[in-house]
C-alpha cells in the first residue's frame, strides 16, 4: 500500500477518534432554569454559581465541607488587628485571556460588588451593613479591612469570585473572564452555555474538558435526560423522580424548614403558645413519606455541618397531651388561644409543600388552636417574611428555608433572630447580645457561643418551629466518578468530576 | 377593503395601547422587583441601590411617560432580569413559538379539515364514530402528561426520540405532536359539525342526484362552504399558540415567548412582560385580519 493510503486511513481515523474522545471528555450538566445574567458577582445565585464558581472565576479562599477553610487564589492570610486581615496571593496566576492576577483585581471585585452602580447578590447577601476598605501593598499582597471588624473575613472571602480591575462597575458581563480551570466560551441564549478547558491554568487540570450546560424547568424532563444519556448530570432533581437507585443521590442540600414565629402578636406572645406548636408537629411522620428518608429533624437554623452547632440540643417531642396542656393553661391565664393564626406558605418553595404546610395545619388544629393555611407566591410571601411587617396584621407564622453551606451561623442569625434583622420574629435584647458576641468571637470561643446561642432560642426563647434541615437529589450519569455533596446545591466544579 | 384595512387597524392600535397602559400600571401591583432580584437577606440599602439602578423609585407617571417616550421610539426598555434590551428577549423568544405555531397550526388544519370532512360524509358510521371518539380524548387531554407519558416511552424507553431540546427534526416530533393533539380534536369537531350542516343543503342533493363524484362534493362545493366557522377557531386556537405552548416550551426546551413571559410574570420583569405582550399581540391582529381578508376570499358574499 502505498504511504498515502496509509496517511490518508491514519488521519481518517484521528478524526472519527478525536470527536469521540472530546465526547469522552465533556459533559452535559442539565440546570433547572436558564441562567438570566453570567456575571460572577451574582454566582452566589444557585445555577449561576454551578456554571461559574470554581470553574470560571475564583475565591480567595475556599469552604470544603471536611478540610474547612482552604486557599485557593490567596495562599495564606493574617490577622493584623483592627478589623484588617492581610492576604498573600499566589503568584504565578492568570486570568483566561492571559492578564495577570494581581492584588488590584481583588481590590477592584470588593470594590464592584458594593457599586452603588450595579446590583450583585454577593455583595448584598454577604456585605450588606460593613463597609469594606483594601490597601494594596504589592502585586501579591493586600490589606483588606471590614468595618466593623470581622473575624470571619477569610470565610466571607470564600464567597467573592474575583474579577478583573478591567471590568465595568456599572454593567454585568456578559462573557466572564476569570483565572478558573474553564473558560467561557459561549452562550446561545435560552439554548446552552459552553465551557472548555483553560490550558493557561494554575493549578491541576481536570479530566472534563468541555462542559455543556443547558437548560430544562421540568424535574422529570430533566431526570429523563440523565437516564436517556442525553445529560450527565442533573444536580437537583425532585424526590419523585429520583427512583434509580444506581444513578441518583441525595445529599443535605444545607436547606433548612422551619416556621418563622412573630413574637409580638398575641397568643403567639406567649412561650407556651410556641412551646405547644412545636410539640404538636409529629416531624417523623414527614420523614420518608411527604418528605425524602435522609431528611434531618432540625434543632437550629443552621445545617449540622455548621461551626457552632449544638448537636445536644433536642428536637420537640411529638406530644399532643401536653401541647394541649399548655395551651390550657395559657388560656387560663387570659391569652386570646383561639385567635385565628395565619400560616403563610410558600408555594413552589420545595417538593410537596402544599402537603407539608396541609399536614401542619391539621397537626396545630388538632391541639386546638386555631390556624388558617395561606399559600402565595415568593413576591407576595416575602411582603410576610421581610421587614417592614404590616400594622394590625394579626398572629403569623411564615414557612421558610434558609440556606448556608457557608460554614459559619454568622451567615444567618443576624438576620433571622436579632432584633434588627430583616426577617426576624424577636425583640430579645439578651439574643442581641449574644448574637453581636458570637459573630466577633473566634476560634473555639466563637463556637462555644454560638452553641450557647443556638440552645437559649430553642429552649429559653423558642424562637421558631424548627422543622427539618432538608435533602437534595441528583442525578449522575454512570459513566462519571461524581459524588454530589452539601457544596452541589450552589457550586458544581467540573475539576471535581472524574469519569470511570 | 382598503378602508376596510385601514379601520382595522386603527382599531387593533387602540386596543394595543389600552392594553400596554392597563398592563404597565397592573403589573407595578404586582409586587416590588427588588425582592424577587436580591436574596431574601439582602440589606433594605442594597434594595434602594436595586430600585434607584432601574428607576423604580420614580413616581409611577415619571417611569409611564418616560416608557411611552421611550416605545415611540422603538425602546422597549431594558429586562432587570437579562440586563439585555426587553425586545431582543422577546423575539428571540417568539422566534421558537411562531415556529411552533405555524407548524402546529398547518398540521392541525390540513389533517382536520381532511378527517372531519370524511368524517362527516359518512355520519354515524364507522369511522366517524372512531374519529369522534380519539378527537373528544384530544380535547380533553391534558398536554402535561400527555408531554411526560411520551418522554418515558418515546425517549427513555424506547429510544427512538430525543427527550427535548430543539437540535434537529426529530427534536421536533414530540412538541409538535403534543401541541397538535387538542386543537385537532376541537377543529375536527367543528369540522365536521359544520359540513354536516353543508352536506345536508339542498345544493349538496342536487349535486349528489346529478351524480357528481363524493370527493368533487366533499372538498369542492361542501368544505367551502362550512370553512367560515372553521377559520373562526383556527383562529382562535392560533393564538393560544401564539400567546406561548407554554407547557410544551417547558417541558421540551423550547425557549419560547411563552415561558419567557411566564417567567418574567413571576419576576416582575416588567419590561420583557410589557414587550412580550405588545409582540404577541401584534402578532395576533395581524392574523386576526387575515382572518377577515379569507372571509372574504371564501365567501364572496362578504364585502368590506
Same mark, same amino acid.
Given at each position: ?125 454577604? *456585605? ?282 454568622? *451567615? ?89 | ?304
Amino acid at each position: 500500500m502505498k504511504f498515502s493510503s496509509y496517511l490518508k486511513g491514519g488521519l481518517l481515523s484521528v478524526m472519527i477518534a478525536l470527536p469521540a474522545m472530546a465526547q469522552a471528555n465533556s459533559v452535559t450538566i442539565v440546570l433547572s432554569e436558564e441562567l438570566d445574567i453570567v456575571d460572577p458577582c451574582e454566582a452566589s445565585r444557585s445555577n449561576i454559581g454551578r456554571v461559574v464558581l470554581q470553574n470560571i472565576a475564583e475565591t480567595m479562599t475556599e469552604l470544603h465541607p471536611q478540610n474547612g477553610l482552604q486557599p485557593r487564589l490567596a495562599e495564606s492570610w493574617e490577622d493584623m488587628g483592627g478589623g484588617t486581615w492581610r492576604f498573600n496571593l499566589r503568584k504565578g496566576v492568570s486570568f483566561s485571556d492571559g492578564s495577570a492576577f494581581d492584588a488590584g483585581d481583588v481590590a477592584h471585585s470588593l470594590a464592584r460588588i458594593k457599586s452603588d452602580q450595579l446590583s450583585c447578590e454577593i455583595g448584598a447577601k454577604y *456585605f450588606g451593613g460593613m463597609d469594606i476598605t483594601t490597601n494594596v501593598i504589592d502585586d501579591n499582597t493586600i490589606d483588606i479591612t471590614a468595618n466593623p471588624a470581622q473575624p470571619i473575613l477569610p470565610l466571607l472571602l470564600s464567597t467573592v469570585t474575583i474579577m478583573r480591575s478591567t471590568e465595568p462597575m456599572d454593567a454585568y458581563v456578559k462573557e466572564p473572564i476569570g483565572t478558573g480551570p474553564y473558560t467561557f466560551d459561549q452562550y446561545i441564549r435560552g439554548m446552552q452555555i459552553n465551557l472548555s478547558a483553560n490550558p493557561n491554568y494554575w493549578g491541576e487540570a481536570g479530566s472534563v474538558k468541555a462542559a455543556k450546560y443547558i437548560f430544562r424547568s421540568d424535574s422529570a424532563v430533566r431526570a429523563a435526560m440523565v437516564a436517556a444519556g442525553e445529560a450527565d448530570v442533573a444536580p437537583n432533581i425532585a424526590l419523585q423522580d429520583a427512583t434509580d437507585k444506581a444513578m441518583d443521590f441525595s445529599y443535605p442540600n444545607s436547606e433548612t424548614v422551619y416556621m418563622r414565629i412573630d413574637h409580638d402578636v398575641a397568643p403567639l406572645n406567649d412561650v407556651r403558645i410556641r412551646k405547644a406548636l412545636n410539640h404538636a408537629v409529629d416531624r417523623e411522620a414527614f420523614v420518608g413519606s411527604i418528605l425524602a428518608d435522609g431528611t434531618l429533624l432540625a434543632t437550629g437554623m443552621t445545617p449540622p455541618s455548621t461551626i457552632g452547632y449544638n448537636h445536644d440540643l433536642k428536637p420537640y417531642a411529638f406530644d399532643q397531651a401536653k401541647a394541649k396542656s399548655l395551651i390550657a393553661a395559657a388560656k387560663a391565664d387570659g391569652v386570646p388561644v383561639d385567635t385565628e393564626i395565619r400560616l403563610i406558605g410558600r408555594i413552589n418553595n420545595f417538593a410537596n409543600v402544599q402537603e407539608t404546610m396541609e399536614a401542619l395545619q391539621s397537626m396545630f388544629n388538632d391541639v386546638g388552636l386555631n390556624v388558617k393555611l395561606e399559600m402565595y407566591e415568593v413576591a407576595e410571601w416575602l411582603e410576610y417574611y421581610s421587614k417592614p411587617f404590616a400594622d394590625g396584621r394579626g398572629p403569623i407564622m411564615v414557612e421558610a428555608q434558609h440556606d448556608n453551606a457557608n460554614g459559619d451561623p454568622v *451567615f444567618s442569625m443576624f438576620f433571622k433572630y436579632a432584633s434588627g434583622g430583616l426577617q426576624s420574629g424577636i425583640n430579645d435584647a439578651k439574643l442581641d447580645n449574644m448574637i453581636a458576641d458570637a459573630t466577633s468571637a473566634t476560634g473555639s470561643t466563637r463556637e462555644a457561643k454560638w452553641k450557647n446561642t443556638f440552645k437559649y432560642i430553642h429552649e429559653d426563647l423558642v424562637g421558631d418551629v424548627m422543622l427539618f434541615h432538608m435533602v437534595g437529589f441528583s442525578r449522575v450519569n454512570d459513566r462519571l466518578d461524581f459524588t454530589p455533596s452539601i457544596r452541589t446545591n450552589s457550586e458544581l466544579q467540573l475539576s471535581q468530576i472524574k469519569f470511570k | 377593503m382598503q378602508a376596510f384595512l385601514l379601520k382595522r387597524f386603527l382599531l387593533s392600535a387602540i386596543s394595543l395601547i389600552f392594553l400596554v397602559v392597563l398592563v404597565f400600571f397592573l403589573i407595578r401591583l404586582t409586587g416590588d422587583p427588588a425582592s424577587l432580584f436580591l436574596p431574601v437577606d439582602a440589606s433594605e440599602e442594597a434594595r434602594e441601590k436595586f430600585r434607584e439602578i432601574n428607576g423604580l423609585n420614580d413616581p409611577i407617571m415619571v417611569q409611564f411617560f418616560r416608557y411611552v417616550g421611550d416605545l415611540v421610539q422603538l425602546d422597549f426598555g431594558t429586562s432587570m432580569r437579562r440586563a439585555e434590551p426587553a425586545i431582543d428577549s422577546v423575539l428571540r423568544g417568539f422566534k421558537w413559538t411562531l415556529q411552533l405555531a405555524l407548524i402546529t397550526m398547518s398540521l392541525v388544519t390540513f389533517m382536520a379539515i381532511i378527517i372531519g370532512s370524511l368524517a362527516a360524509f359518512r355520519a354515524g358510521g364507522v369511522f366517524d364514530r372512531i374519529v369522534t371518539f380519539f378527537s373528544l380524548i384530544g380535547a380533553s387531554a391534558p398536554d402535561f402528561w400527555i408531554a411526560i407519558v411520551a418522554i418515558v416511552i418515546f425517549a427513555v424507553n424506547l429510544g427512538w426520540l430525543p427527550t427535548s431540546g430543539t437540535g434537529s427534526f426529530w427534536h421536533w416530533i414530540m412538541p409538535i405532536s403534543v401541541l397538535f393533539i387538542r386543537p385537532f380534536g376541537l377543529i375536527l369537531q367543528v369540522v365536521r359539525g359544520s359540513m354536516l350542516s353543508v352536506l345536508s343543503s339542498g345544493y349538496v342533493k342536487t349535486a349528489r342526484a346529478k351524480g357528481v363524484k363524493d370527493n368533487i362534493i366533499i372538498f369542492v362545493h361542501g368544505l367551502r362552504n362550512a370553512m367560515l366557522p372553521v377559520i373562526t377557531v383556527i383562529g382562535d386556537q392560533a393564538a393560544g399558540l401564539l400567546n406561548g405552548a407554554v407547557i410544551v416550551e417547558t417541558i421540551f426546551g423550547f425557549p419560547g415567548v411563552g415561558k419567557l413571559m411566564i417567567d418574567s410574570i413571576l419576576q416582575r420583569d416588567f419590561a420583557v412582560v410589557l414587550a412580550s405582550i405588545i409582540v404577541t399581540a401584534v402578532a395576533i391582529f395581524i392574523m386576526n385580519i387575515l382572518i377577515d381578508i379569507l372571509y372574504a376570499i371564501l365567501d364572496p358574499r362578504i364585502r368590506y
